[in-house]
């Protein structure tokens, strides 16, 4: 059974950081582009980051880049979400979200994402 679990949301005041990471079980880890998504309330989901197998390419949101990096660990299957400088607008639900069709990811389109974690919130606060 396939199981992705995000955990590491909070609230935090702008400017300030916050880690998620999501644990990983029940498929082959080391053969799929990971990827971040987020979801604000009456707002559409978006992608944030993704990730290829090796780690040796990454694609970012434009609205994170040089704020956002994501990182796994294939030994440990989790990957991991650093936000760093938060500001109000970072604020929704994160999803973690794995592609099984590709090993190098192709973007940030959700609809090549078929497998999703619950979600964990990320405040922040102005």
């Known amino acids: 059974q396939v199981k992705l679990l995000e955990s590491g949301g909070g609230s935090v005041q702008a400017g300030g950081s916050l880690r998620l990471s999501c644990a990983t079980s029940?498929?082959?880890?080391?053969?799929?582009?990971m990827g971040w998504f987020r979801q604000a309330p009456g707002k559409e989901r978006e992608g944030v980051a993704d990730i290829n197998v090796d780690g040796s390419g990454t694609l970012y949101a434009d609205s994170v880049k040089g704020r956002f990096t994501i990182s796994r660990d294939n030994a440990k299957k989790t990957v991991t979400l650093q936000m760093n400088n938060l500001k109000p607008e970072d604020t929704a639900m994160y999803y973690c979200?794995?592609?099984?069709?590709?090993?190098?990811?192709?973007?940030?389109?959700?609809?090549?994402?078929?497998?999703w974690g619950q979600g964990t919130q990320v405040t922040v606060s102005s």
């Open positions: 979200a794995a592609d099984f069709n590709r090993a190098s990811c192709r973007g940030l389109d959700q609809g090549d994402f078929g497998h």
């Open positions: 029940g498929y082959t880890f080391t053969m799929v582009c």
